[in-house]
Each structure stands twice: as structure tokens, then as C-alpha cells.
T-cell receptor, first 115, second 114 residues
Framework: AQSVTQPDIHITVSEGASLELRCNYS??????LFWYVQSPGQGLQLLLK??????LVQGIKGFEAEFKRSQSSFNLRKPSVHWSDAAEYFC?????????????FGSGTRLQVQP | DTEVTQTPKHLVMGMTNKKSLKCEQH?????MYWYKQKAKKPPELMFV???????INESVPSRFSPECPNSSLLNLHLHALQPEDSALYLC?????????????FGPGTRLTVL
């Protein structure tokens, strides 16, 4: 069955520290991969996406993600976290085939930033 | 204009009421979506419209009735809801319904059913 797993429900980091949020997927073929961020009471905003090519993807707000086919992972990273990065982060996948054409979201990781 | 707008921002309704949620985009997108999001959970897809036609209905109860009057507007008509339907309802749009497209989300409508 197709699935997206975000193993960390809640992460707390200090401001200025580095960050890595994990995402693993289980799909028949490499899907399209996305990271979205949701601030409290807001909709979701796309941080970055991977379709093909370079496995290191740069996004907005200083975020990057690395696609590792061998590990079926698409982890999100940021070298130095700012207090404004506190939010919920969702990994999402979209199938490449012509069947169901809708995103599947992971359960989310809540990021808390300590001063 | 890269914004998806949703009205109202908050809605409180009784179980016998009829109300509607509205969503609008002016990006020329031809796919529009309704999601339901419970607290501390990811968005759950409800409906997908592609070129103003319903293309995905995720077995949503009939008390939720979507409508796409034109390519810029998406409505969600609500009738005889249950308290467990209380949630954040998110609208999104994308250039097409292909899964490689970024979806642009509105801020949501916070619905409370009493």
C-alpha cells in the first residue's frame, strides 16, 4: 500500500541550530515529492518539491531537501533555524502514474523553536 | 494574484442549519480541491474538481455537497452536519489536477458544529 511516514511527531530545536525533518515513503515507483509548511490557523505553503534530476532541492526560506532513492526518503533540512520557522511541516507525495492523481500527506511534524 | 481566498473565516452552525463555504482563485487554475483538517492531523482530501467537473470524491457523506459554478469559484454546501464534522476546511487550487503541480492553499474556514 502507498504510504508516507513522518516518524517525528514533535521536534524542539534552539534558534540558530540546524534542523532535519524526516520523511519516508512507500510507493511502487518514485513519486513526486513535496514539503509544505503550515503556520497556526493558516493554510499550507509549499517549501520545495522534487520531480527528477538533482537530488538536492533548494526551497524557500532557506530550506533544502535531499531525495535518497535507496532509502525512500526525502528529508528536509535547514542549517540555522529562526523563531519564525515554528510551524507544522508536512511531507506529501503525488503519484506519477495516471491513476489516482491526488496528494497523500504524511502525519506532520510540529517544530518548536526555543530562544 | 497568487492567492486563494476563503469565506467565511469562522462558521458556527447547528446540526439543522444549511450553510455554504466559498473559495475563489484568480490564477487561471483549472483544478480545485476541498480538504478537511482535524486538529493536529494532516489535511484529508474530500473532493477534486478538474475543469469544473468533479473528478474525485473521497466517499464523503452526502451532507457535504460541492459545487464549481465556474473556473474561479468553488463552494461547499453544508446540511445536517454532525459535531464530528467540526474542523478546518481548506480549499486549494493548482494549474491542473496532475499530481506534479504545486497546490496553492487558502487560509481555511474554521467550522464548529454545535
Amino acid at each position: 500500500a502507498q504510504s508516507v511516514t513522518q516518524p517525528d511527531i514533535h521536534i524542539t530545536v534552539s534558534e540558530g541550530a540546524s534542523l532535519e525533518l524526516r520523511c519516508n515513503y512507500s510507493y511502487g515507483a518514485t513519486p513526486y515529492l513535496f514539503w509544505y509548511v503550515q503556520s497556526p490557523g493558516q493554510g499550507l505553503q509549499l517549501l520545495l518539491k522534487y520531480f527528477s534530476g538533482d537530488t538536492l532541492v533548494q526551497g524557500i526560506k532557506g530550506f533544502e531537501a535531499e531525495f535518497k532513492r535507496s532509502q525512500s526518503s526525502f528529508n528536509l533540512r535547514k542549517p540555522s533555524v529562526h523563531w519564525s520557522d515554528a510551524a507544522e511541516y508536512f511531507c506529501a507525495v503525488g503519484p506519477r502514474d495516471t491513476g489516482r492523481r491526488a496528494l497523500t500527506f504524511g502525519s506532520g511534524t510540529r517544530l518548536q523553536v526555543q530562544p | 494574484d497568487t492567492e486563494v481566498t476563503q469565506t467565511p473565516k469562522h462558521l458556527v452552525m447547528g446540526m439543522t442549519n444549511k450553510k455554504s463555504l466559498k473559495c475563489e482563485q484568480h490564477m487561471g487554475h483549472r483544478a480545485m480541491y476541498w480538504y478537511k483538517q482535524k486538529a493536529k492531523k494532516p489535511p484529508e482530501l474530500m473532493f477534486v474538481y478538474s475543469y469544473e467537473k468533479l473528478s474525485i470524491n473521497e466517499s464523503v457523506p452526502s451532507r457535504f455537497s460541492p459545487e464549481c459554478p465556474n473556473s474561479s469559484l468553488l463552494n461547499l454546501h453544508l446540511h445536517a452536519l454532525q459535531p464530528e464534522d467540526s474542523a478546518l476546511y481548506l480549499c486549494a487550487s493548482s494549474p491542473s489536477a496532475s499530481s506534479y503541480n504545486e497546490q496553492f492553499f487558502g487560509p481555511g474556514t474554521r467550522l464548529t458544529v454545535l
